[in-house]
Each structure stands twice: as C-alpha cells, then as structure tokens.
C-alpha cells in the first residue's frame, strides 16, 4: 500500500504531481479553489475533495502547490494538521518559507518546503528535481514517495533553504532567457530569422560559455587562480560599451543589458580590471 497523498491546488504543476502520484499507485485526494478542473484525473482514480478540510483529513502527506504564499496562508490556516508531513511546493521567499515552517509547526505538523526545478511536463522525468528543505524527520519519512515526483535533494533543516536554491537557479534562468532575448531582439531588427540564428549560433554559444562556469565558482570558492585571465573586466568593460551603442542604434531598448555595464565599470574602478567574472560577484552584495 503506497502512501495516501493529499494535493491542494490543481494548476499546471499541482495536477502533474497528483497524475505522477496516480501513476506510482499512491491513493491521492485532490482539492482545488475552482471545482472540477483538471478532469482527466478522475479517470486515473483521484478522490475529489470539496474543502481543504475535507483533503487534509484523507492521509498523512499534504503536498500543497498553489499560485502564491498568501494563497497556501488562506488555504491553511485554521486546518486540523496535526500528525501530518506538510509539502509545500509553491514558490515563495526564504522568510515566506521559514514563516510558514512556523505555523505547521505551531498546530503539531512536520513542515517541508520545496523549491520544482521542473515545468509540468518534466514531474516524474529523469531531468525533475527538487529542493527539499525543513524537518528531517518528514523528508526521511517521504523521501521515496516524494521521489515518484522527481530527484529529491534536500538542503538543509532551515525550512528557508530550499527557496534560496530555487530562487538562485531561476535568477540565473531569467538573467541567461532576458540575455538571449535581448540577442533575438537584436538580430530581429535586421529581419534575421529566430530559429536559425538560434540553432546555428545562439545555443552553441551560450552552451560553450557555460562551461567557464566551473572555474568562476571556483575562484569564488578559493580565489582567484594566479595567472592573467583569459578575459580581463577592463577589456570587458571597454568592450560592453558597444552593445549598448548597439542595441540603441538598431532601436533595441537596453535595459536588460545597462546593469551589468554598471557593474562593469565598478569592479574595474574598484581595481579588478585584470581579473575575471568571479570578481564581479561579491561586488553584488549590498554592503559592497
Ligand atoms: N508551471 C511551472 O512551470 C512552474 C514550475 C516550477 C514551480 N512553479 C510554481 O508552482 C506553483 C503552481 O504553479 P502552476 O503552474 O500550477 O500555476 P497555475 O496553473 O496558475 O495554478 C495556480 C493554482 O493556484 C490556485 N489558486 C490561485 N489563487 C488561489 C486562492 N486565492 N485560493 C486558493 N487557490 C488559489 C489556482 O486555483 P484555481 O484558480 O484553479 O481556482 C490553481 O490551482 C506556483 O507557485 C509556481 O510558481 C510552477
């Protein structure tokens, strides 16, 4: 006998974890705002539920994916929790996470956070995983159900840490689409098609810098390695310049772009013009 699953919320994402779960044969309660959506589980064996009460009651797993935290606060606040592992999926802040972690807490429930790396295709895909982090005792207890969903990988007993990992990945996520963007943009106002300009240039591109990524976490981690970069800032940022005169010239609004010139030009007047990107990083933090 699987796990009895308990979902709240039936989006895009809260109706691929209950299919996954069908699928893995785990008995699962479904509740969502809007009654009747997501039809086809149904036939795949979800008990519907008509309150957030009424789901919760059914098994000792709740995993919530709802739009917004103020949403997962409403939907509750004032349920009877106690005994249960609470999985909340739904995106949000480290404090959001920590300040939730303390509610469940409060009325006797095991509080678990987690931050998808996946869109709803991929739930139950080899490429799925998910930041897990909070109470040990929940993730150990549903480490295998939660696996059904996609690689579990927990981070810590800080219920906040698993949306500082998910909000690191997808700042790096919209800083790389906004980049590429821009690039499309830029390419479309001389009419060059998207698609092959992407296959053919795009993707190698961005694909073959990425690999420098390594070696810029490594000298974040123990410094820089001795020896002249490859790519000195100073030479970067004489050259970032053009793309701003650039984008202007073809009518392409830089504003995507201005940012990391600025930043540029601080770490160089700050004396880093002869090291490489990782320079840039500690500049980031608000005190620097
Ligand atoms: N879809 C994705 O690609 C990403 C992948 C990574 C993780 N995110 C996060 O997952 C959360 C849910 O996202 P979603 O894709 O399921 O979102 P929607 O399809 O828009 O569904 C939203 C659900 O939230 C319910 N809801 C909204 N407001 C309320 C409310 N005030 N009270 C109760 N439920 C509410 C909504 O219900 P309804 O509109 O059908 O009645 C949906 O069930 C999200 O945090 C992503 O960032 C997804």
New binding site residues.
Partial sequence: MKTPVTVL???????ALARTFLAAGHPTTVW???PG?SPELDALGAIRATTPAEAVATGPLVVV????D??VR??LDGLDLSGKAVVN????TPAQARDTAGRVAAVGAEYLDG??????AMIGGPGAFIFYSGSPVAFERHTADLAVLGRPEYVGGDAGLAALHDIALLSAMYGMFGGAQHALALVGSEKIPAAPFTEAFLLPWLTAMLTALPRIAKDLDEGPQSGPAGSNLAMQAAAYDNLIDASVAQDIDPGLLSPMGELLRRAVAAGHGTEDLAALVPLLRRSA
């Fill in positions: 919320g039936l989006g895009a994402m809260g109706t969502n705002r809007t959506r994916c709802l739009l917004v103020a949403t409403s939907t999926l739904t995106n949000g931050g998808i790396m996946a869109v709803p």
